[in-house]
């Protein structure tokens, strides 16, 4: 595979979350490999001979990669699609693997020790009474000083012991 003739990316220089960094031959489970989040598409990608393997960009959603998969549906007929600009991409692979896991294992640590910001419960306002039950309070409140205003009139027009 040829590489695609960018400057080769450092994985030192990525994001401590977009790389995963292989075990030790003995360590190594079955399958695992080292992987990339690519910098063009944001996948997830292999490495191979410090290369990105090639892959191609979907233009599908990932039910209907996986109804076609499975056999359900045929293959559309642009099923072609073009290949990722990030791929065959050169990685010079500059951080061991006890390095890494042990920033990685800071970070995690870092971010468990924030909190998050206080929130600050304001209480809430008072429901405003409905029309009919101020129309019904300023009835009441009318009658309620009618007498009065009657006796205030009347004391006002008679006259006071004049002499």
Known sequence: MK???RPPISVSALPLNHVNLRRPDGERPDGERTMIVCPD???WVSLKRHLVLPHRIS???DKQIRNFALGRRPAPA?????????SAQRVIT????????????EGIA????R???????KPTPALAPSLTQMAAARRDRERATRPSRARALVTAGTPTNAV
Do not use: F, I, K
Request: with cysteine.
């Open 94 to 105: 500059d951080l061991a693997y006890e390095t890494w896991r042990a920033r990685l294992a």
């Open 115 to 121: 909190r998050s910001a206080r929130t600050m419960v």
């Open 59 to 61: 233009r599908y959603t």
């Open 41 to 43: 598409c944001g996948t």
């Open 3 to 5: 590489h695609n003739g």
């Open 78 to 86: 642009a099923r072609r699609q073009e290949r990722c600009p990030g």
């Open 110 to 113: 870092d971010a468990s020790t």
